[in-house]
Nanobody, 121 residues
């Protein structure tokens, strides 16, 4: 079964930077889109950024110009470079992989366990 393993979360001061990584494990044939979502306390999970296998990106308005998503298709890894962080960026960040195909199965959605990002003011 495919698993997504996130890393890179932590505590940072406002204005600082963090880089999140998410690696998909397993014998993967292809992944359509990969992305990052976040969930702040008491709020619903929301999209942060996505990237297709062809490199097309989509960002939430709240992070445009500050966050950059990138992807290494061979390594099945997605990254999120976060700059100019604000306290309102504090949340658990979840990695997502869409339409994951291996030799034996296909999963339309796979989620990571989440990594906490805390931005202090």
């Amino acid at each position: 079964q495919v698993q997504l393993v996130e890393s890179g979360g932590g505590l940072v001061q406002a204005g600082g930077s963090l880089r999140l990584s998410c690696a998909a494990s397993g014998t993967i044939f292809s992944i359509n889109a990969m992305g990052w979502y976040r969930q702040a306390p008491g709020k619903q999970r929301e999209l942060v950024a996505t990237i297709t296998s062809g490199g097309l990106t989509n960002y939430a308005d709240s992070v445009k110009g500050r966050f950059t998503i990138s992807r290494h298709n061979v390594k099945n890894t997605v990254y999120l470079e976060m700059n100019s962080l604000k306290p309102e960026d504090t949340a658990v960040y979840y990695c997502n992989a869409n339409d994951v195909r291996t030799v034996v199965r296909r999963d339309l959605e796979v989620w990571g366990q989440g990594t906490l990002v805390t931005v202090s003011s």
